[in-house]
């Protein structure tokens, strides 16, 4: 079974440019959550999607957004980028939700510069 | 808010036992354990539910104290293969019903394994 793929691995943007990270969760997986993963914050919570629709949130600014679509695929949005945007972006994706077990994908690593 | 997690680090030798607190100030009804590995994705160990059992897993297992809003991670004669980054995540409230604010991760237990 395929694990959960992210595209891309690697981006350098410039600070006040727009990105958007891509997540292919698990086949058959319905839920997927997005993580940002700093050395000083660790590991945070940004939102979840269950069948394309968002189901939780975390504490973020509104210039992080996302979509998920019918085939679960999701994408992550971050427009204006700061310099404390720069973070590595972890998409997880479970069966039934965060509730459960999550799989993590291997992340994109996000530098602004 | 961010469940405290203790030790911050710990180096044992293999074969040794180890134990890995995690504290939250928040009523609890979950706690999720993972262990992420220098620059992998974190990995599921488990999850323990309000009401619900200790959970184990070969040498590693866990426990749920809901009066004290604590979770505790226990390695059993410890491999090399256990080194790596724990971390605890906590959700106040079931996650499924929808409108919550998702795991809240502690910053992480680094466990070093020697031979």
């Known amino acids: 079974k395929a694990g959960v793929t992210q595209t891309p691995r690697y981006l350098i943007k410039t600070r006040g440019q727009q990105v958007t990270l891509s997540c292919s969760p698990i086949?058959?997986?319905?839920?997927v959550s997005w993580y940002q993963q700093t050395p000083g914050q660790g590991l945070q919570f940004l939102f979840e999607?269950?069948?394309?629709?968002?189901?939780n949130k975390g504490n973020f600014p509104g210039r992080f957004s996302g979509r998920q679509f019918s085939n679960s695929r999701s994408e992550m949005n971050v427009s204006t980028l700061e310099l404390g945007d720069s973070a590595l972006y972890l998409c997880?994706?479970?069966?039934?939700?965060?509730?459960?077990?999550?799989?993590f994908g291997p992340g994109t690593r996000l530098t602004v510069t | 808010q961010q469940p405290v997690q203790s030790p911050q680090a710990v180096i044992l030798r293999e074969g040794e036992d180890a134990v890995i607190n995690c504290s939250s100030s928040?009523?609890?009804?979950?706690v999720h354990w993972y262990r992420q590995k220098h620059g992998e994705a974190p990995v599921f160990l488990m999850i323990l539910l309000k009401g619900g059992e200790q959970k184990g897993h070969e040498k590693i297992s866990a426990s749920f104290n809901e009066k004290k809003q604590q979770s505790s991670l226990y390695l059993t004669a410890s491999q090399l293969s256990y080194s790596g980054t724990y971390f605890c995540g906590t959700a106040s409230v079931s996650l499924t019903g929808g409108g919550a604010d998702g795991l809240t991760f502690g910053k992480g237990t680094h466990l070093i394994i020697q031979p």
């Open positions: 999607y269950f069948s394309e629709t968002q189901r």
């Open positions: 086949s058959g997986h319905r839920s």
């Open positions: 928040k009523a609890l009804y979950s």
């Open positions: 997880a994706s479970s069966l039934v939700g965060a509730y459960y077990e999550q799989y």
